[in-house]
């Protein structure tokens, strides 16, 4: 999810000020600065990278693509923001304000570009909170909540786009014949030796993790939010909208791209392709999944059989819109909502 992101306990962990009902200030600007500065640089390689080999022929048909698309992108894109901001507001049990919440909600993600494991997003969306009156562990769980809040409201959205059809299930039958293509070439044995040491040295851990205070005040933090129902079902509506407005807009960014040969008809298979891709490209612990995603998305849209230059063109607009250009935006929130 380019959501709230995981990762407050240890941004909490890892010395953010504030303690109480004490109104921290919001980071230096100087801070935000060199994060917009690493932001760019990134954003500068990726540039380069994608003026030369499989990427030419995809820049080269950016004449032909349909610009009419380009506000809907934009205004799925704000949409987003706005969905994760009341996600965060009904957590909180707080009436923080839903603009200066959507603002933050940007500049989280600025932070975000340069930080792996959404440990950015959770600093700041974590400093916001504390800034409107939470104690600095409850704004680190309410964070923490809801992202653990978008799994199942994920894997509920991915269960309603496929059992909606899905796109003639395309989707579904491409990830089987890649699962069974990858299991016929993992010797067993191996892979049972593997599973077996990964899960002995897994089961301490998670028993230690289980009993810290942080499991505890997180446990804490859900069985709270699961006595506010109404909230709660706000938080699962927000995070799944969050995620679902991001693949309207990846399905509208291949649409917009004409050799795709893509239709109206494959909006819910060009969605469904994005929730698996962008699930599996958060795997990899990259700055805001920068490569991985991109990887993912194209391999998803290569197996509806779509060739591979437009697909890479595709994606390209979609994480151009989505992705970098909400940086600028967020330093400008920042500078607001340190005001």
Do not use: K
């Not at 916001?128 to 409850?138: D, H, T």
């Not at 909208?241 to 060009?270: C, I, M």
């Amino acid at each position: 999810m380019e959501t709230i992101a995981a990762g407050a306990d240890s941004a909490a962990s890892a010395g953010l000020p504030g303690t109480g009902g004490e109104a921290a200030p919001l980071p230096p600007v100087r801070r935000i600065r060199r994060l917009a500065a690493a932001a760019l640089v990134i954003a500068a390689g990726t540039a380069l990278l994608a003026t030369t080999g499989p990427a030419r022929p995809a820049l080269a048909a950016a004449g032909e693509m349909r610009w009419a698309y380009l506000p809907a992108l934009v205004l799925l894109c704000i949409l987003h923001f706005g969905c994760s901001a009341v996600a965060l507001r009904a957590a909180s049990g707080r009436p923080i304000p839903l603009y200066r919440t959507t603002l933050a909600q940007f500049t989280a993600a600025a932070a975000n570009r340069v930080t792996p494991g959404g440990l950015g997003a959770a600093a700041v969306n974590t400093r916001y909170l504390v800034c409107r009156g939470l104690p600095l562990p409850r704004a680190a769980v309410v964070v923490a909540v809801v992202q653990v809040a978008g799994v199942p409201a994920d894997l509920l959205l991915l269960c309603a786009v496929v059992g909606s059809g899905g796109g003639d299930g395309r989707i579904v039958d491409a990830l089987g014949r890649h699962a069974a293509a990858v299991a016929g070439s993992v010797p067993p044995v191996p892979l049972a030796i593997a599973a077996g040491v990964l899960l002995a040295a897994a089961v301490p851990c998670g028993r230690r993790a289980a009993r810290s205070a942080a499991a505890g005040r997180a446990v804490e933090g859900l069985t709270d939010l699961c006595r506010r129902p109404r909230a709660l079902l706000v938080v699962l509506a927000g995070s799944a909208a969050t995620t679902f407005t991001l693949g309207l807009a990846f399905a509208l960014s291949v649409l917009a791209v004409p050799g795709t040969a893509a239709g109206p008809s494959d909006l819910l298979v060009l969605v469904a392709a994005y929730l698996v891709a962008a699930a599996a490209g958060s795997a990899v612990p990259a700055p805001g999944g920068i490569g991985s995603t991109e990887a993912a998305l194209v391999a998803a849209l290569i197996a509806l059989g779509i060739t591979a230059g437009p697909a890479l063109h595709a994606v390209l607009l979609f994480r151009a819109v989505t992705f970098w250009a909400p940086v600028p935006l967020g330093l400008l929130a920042f500078r607001t909502l340190r005001r």
